[in-house]
């Protein structure tokens, strides 16, 4: 495949994904005022009343952006835009460590099968464990330990990362056909040698799927974590401040929560950008 050809597919991938996410937010907005206005003109108030101090117009939630978050305050936008920006660090952090506790883990019980055996169990348990109740103690526990706020959030962020990773791993590094294990040991490869240059090349679509998924799960990971931590900064603060004010004003929660999706639909999008790059990069033909 020539570069030209590989730029030319990764320009129509883009383009459609754009006019996919344009489609998709076009059909959510067509739903929500669908919504509104039939349950209106019917007078009906269930599941969810349509009235404007539950259900706001989809044009007062996109205005409300662009009004002040506060009296004589900076607009909304940029206040959350600011928030998201804190938050998305907080995510990449957690992403990062989460991701290679997964790797490490996954490569682990590639190499030991007592060890998977023995630590798969408590992996699989840990994500029974609802991320409410994981939280707040590893708030107070860094706390203790003299641990900056931002990187406990980080670390609960971390532990929603870790375990997709960690399974997409250890299913991508036994991929290879036995017949190109065989291959690589026939020529006295080393298990490292065997794992750089075989098996991680075969896992990384199974590793770049999971990837994906837990830049989802780090951010609302390190939203979570923000509720008890009790510092402002970041979205998670922001949302449950809006929510308290919920009745007075909801359009500013719905803005928040758009500008959280946001956040987490970019760093989705740069995981996915990468993969693209990645696997271009594979596959293109060497000059």
């Known amino acids: 495949m020539t570069d030209a050809s590989t730029e030319q597919g990764t320009s129509t991938t883009a383009v459609r994904t754009g006019v996919s996410v344009v489609a998709l937010i076009a059909t959510l907005v067509l739903f929500w005022e669908g919504y509104k206005f039939i349950w209106t003109a019917l007078e009906w108030t269930w599941p969810v009343n349509p009235s404007d101090r539950t259900l706001p117009h989809t044009w007062d939630i996109v205005a409300a952006l662009f009004k002040p978050a506060q009296r004589n305050g900076p607009l909304l936008i940029f206040v959350e835009l600011k928030a998201a920006l804190f938050t998305l660090r907080e995510a990449f952090v957690g992403f990062i460590i989460g991701g290679s506790i997964g790797f490490g883990l996954g490569v ?13 169990p408590y992996v699989v348990g840990s994500q029974t464990v609802p991320i409410l109740a994981i939280a707040p103690m590893v708030v107070v526990w860094g706390g203790k330990l003299d641990i900056p706020q931002w990187l406990t959030v980080s670390i609960i962020a971390a532990y929603l990362t870790f375990f997709p990773v960690t399974i997409n ?22 298990p490292n040698e065997t794992l750089w240059k075989l098996q ?27 509720l008890p931590a009790g510092f402002r ?16 004003a909801p359009e500013k929660l719905f803005a928040a929560v758009i ?11 740069a995981v996915t950008a990468a993969e693209h790059r990645f696997i271009a990069g594979s596959r293109r033909e060497p000059t």
């Not at 590639?110 to 060890?115: D, P």
């Not at 922001?238 to 308290?244: A, I």
């Open 233 to 248: 900064g970041g979205i998670g603060r922001d949302l449950l401040q809006f929510s308290q004010q919920f009745t007075a």
């Open 259 to 269: 500008i959280a999706g946001l956040a987490g639909m970019v760093f989705v999008g």
């Open 169 to 190: 791993t250890l299913r991508g590094l036994r991929s290879p056909e036995p017949t190109a294990v065989e291959l690589m040991r026939s020529y006295a490869s080393s």
């Open 200 to 226: 991680v090349p075969s896992a990384m679509p199974y590793i770049f799927t999971a990837l994906k998924v837990s830049a989802a799960a780090s951010v609302i990971g390190a939203i979570v974590g923000e």
């Open 108 to 120: 682990l019980f590639v190499r030991s099968k007592t060890s998977e055996r023995a630590f798969m």
